[in-house]
C-alpha cells in the first residue's frame, strides 16, 4: 500500500511524533498496518505518547472559539467556520493544529469587523448571564502570537480573539 497523507512535520518536531500524528489521523486500526506502509522492516512501534501529551483547555478554548463565532455571526452550515469545526471535533482527542487556530482567528477578522471576539461577547453579557470561563481564549492568542510559517519563521499576526 502506498502512503496517500502524511501530516506536515512541524519544525524542531521529534520523528517519533509525526509518525505518531500520522497513525492517529490516518485511520489505521492497528499499529502493525501503519508499520507496514512506513518501515521496510515493519518492526518499529510508533509511540503514541507524544499524541497524549495534549492541552485540553486549548480544545475546549478552541471549540468555545468556533461555537461563538457560529452563534455571533449566525453562520450558516456548509461555511468556513462549519469545516473547521468538523475537523476539530473529528480530532477532538488531540491537540488542534495551528493553521485551525489561524483559520478561526481570520475568521474571526473577516465577520467580527471592528472588535474582538472577546469583545463582541461582552456586548452580550449585558442581557444574558455568560460564564466566564466560556470565553477565556488566552491559549488561543498564544497560540497565534507563537505561529510560525512552514520554513519556522515567526508570522506576526493580530489575534482576533
Not at 502524511?6 to 486500526?29: H, M, N, T
Not at 515493519?42 to 505518547?49: A, F, N, P
Given at each position: 500500500m502506498s502512503i496517500v497523507y502524511?501530516?506536515?512535520?512541524?519544525?524542531?518536531?521529534?520523528?517519533?511524533?509525526?509518525?505518531?500524528?500520522?497513525?492517529?489521523?490516518?485511520?489505521?486500526?492497528?499499529?502493525?498496518?501503519?508499520?507496514?506502509?512506513?518501515?521496510?522492516?515493519?518492526?518499529?512501534?510508533?509511540?503514541?505518547?507524544?499524541?497524549?501529551?495534549?492541552?485540553?483547555?486549548?480544545?475546549?478554548?478552541?471549540?468555545?472559539?468556533?461555537?461563538?463565532?457560529?452563534?455571533?455571526?449566525?453562520?450558516?452550515?456548509?461555511?468556513?467556520?462549519y469545516e473547521v469545526k468538523e475537523k476539530v471535533w473529528k480530532f477532538k482527542s488531540y491537540e488542534p493544529f495551528p493553521s485551525q487556530v489561524k483559520a478561526v482567528n481570520t475568521i474571526i477578522g473577516k465577520n467580527i469587523v471592528g472588535k474582538t471576539l472577546t469583545e463582541a461577547i461582552d456586548e452580550l453579557r449585558h442581557d444574558n448571564d455568560i460564564r466566564d470561563g466560556m470565553c477565556d481564549f488566552d491559549k488561543l492568542v498564544d497560540i497565534i502570537g507563537n505561529y510560525k510559517d512552514k520554513e519556522g519563521n515567526p508570522v506576526v499576526i493580530v489575534s482576533k480573539f
Open positions: 502524511f501530516p506536515k512535520i512541524y519544525p524542531d518536531e521529534l520523528v517519533s511524533s509525526v509518525l505518531a500524528r500520522y497513525y492517529a489521523q490516518s485511520g489505521y486500526i492497528t499499529y502493525k498496518n501503519a508499520d507496514k506502509d512506513i518501515f521496510v522492516s515493519g518492526h518499529r512501534k510508533i509511540d503514541k505518547e507524544f499524541v497524549k501529551n495534549i492541552r485540553p483547555e486549548v480544545i475546549e478554548q478552541l471549540y468555545n472559539a468556533i461555537m461563538w463565532v457560529i452563534v455571533i455571526i449566525d453562520a450558516k452550515p456548509n461555511t468556513a467556520i
